[in-house]
């Protein structure tokens, strides 16, 4: 089965760190670009980062950009984001997101989320 | 830059047709052919219902269809039904480092 599996969410004070994983399953994990989207409690979403096949393409919202660093470990089959420097603001359900068809411009797979709080 | 705007809802009774707007710049909806609609019940990840402008993927009711005249990107459900009832949102490609891809406000759309 097709899938993406957030894990790594969770309570953390403001100026804090936190690491979010993405798991794919299913399919071949390399030859896929792949997507952090984010949702703030009751707001919309919000795309976050974006890193190509290979890691030679990576892209940030303004909002993260020199806080956040997405990566990819395409031997295990795993995306990551390296979240510093936490702000209030940064509290959101944080989805893994990609298209199942290359160099296509949506989201058609997403994993499930994972909850990052930061409060003191 | 800033989010898409949507109507913030929408609602129409079942077997009615509701159509939900997403209005952006030439930067992003005007300037590329890859708008995406996605459905979000509560609790729930978000489904693609409609790529690029107007096409459907593979599951999709065709009660479901999407249009674009200039910067602006439309949302039709023809034949509300009540499991239509969940937010949506658009999306656009906006090819720039900073701002690759640009969601919209988020519409409530009800079945009444």
């Known amino acids: 089965e097709v899938q993406l599996v957030e894990s790594g969410g969770g309570l953390v004070k403001p100026g804090g760190s936190l690491r979010l994983s993405c798991a794919a399953s299913?399919?071949?994990?390399?030859?896929?670009?792949m997507n952090w989207v984010r949702q703030a409690p009751g707001k919309g979403l919000e795309w976050v980062s974006s890193?190509?096949?290979?890691?030679?393409?990576?892209y940030y919202a303004d909002s993260v950009k020199g806080r956040f660093t997405i990566s990819r470990d395409n031997a295990k089959n795993s995306l990551y984001l390296q979240m510093n420097s936490l702000r209030a603001e940064d509290t959101a359900v944080y989805y893994c997101?990609?298209?199942?068809?290359?160099?296509?411009?949506?989201?058609?797979?997403w994993g499930r989320g994972t909850l990052v709080t930061v409060s003191s | 830059q800033s989010a898409l705007t949507q109507p913030r809802s929408v609602s129409g009774s079942p077997g009615q047709s509701v159509t939900i707007s997403c209005t952006g710049t030439?930067?992003?909806?005007?300037?590329?052919?890859?708008v995406s609609w996605y459905q979000q019940h509560p609790g729930k990840a978000p489904k693609l219902m409609i790529y690029?402008?107007?096409k459907r993927p593979s599951g999709v009711p065709d009660r479901f269809s999407g249009s674009k005249s200039g910067n602006t990107a439309s949302l039709t459900i023809s034949g509300l039904q009540a499991e239509d009832e969940a937010d949506y949102y658009c999306?656009?490609?906006?090819?720039?480092?900073?701002?690759?891809?640009?969601f919209g406000t988020g519409t409530k759309v009800t079945v009444l």
């Open positions: 999306c656009s490609y906006a090819g720039s480092y900073t701002f690759l891809y640009v």
């Open positions: 299913g399919f071949t994990f390399s030859s896929y670009s």
């Open positions: 690029d402008v107007s």
């Open positions: 890193i190509s096949s290979s890691s030679s393409y990576i």
């Open positions: 997101a990609m298209t199942t068809v290359p160099y296509n411009w949506y989201f058609d797979l």
């Open positions: 030439s930067s992003d909806v005007g300037g590329y052919n890859y």
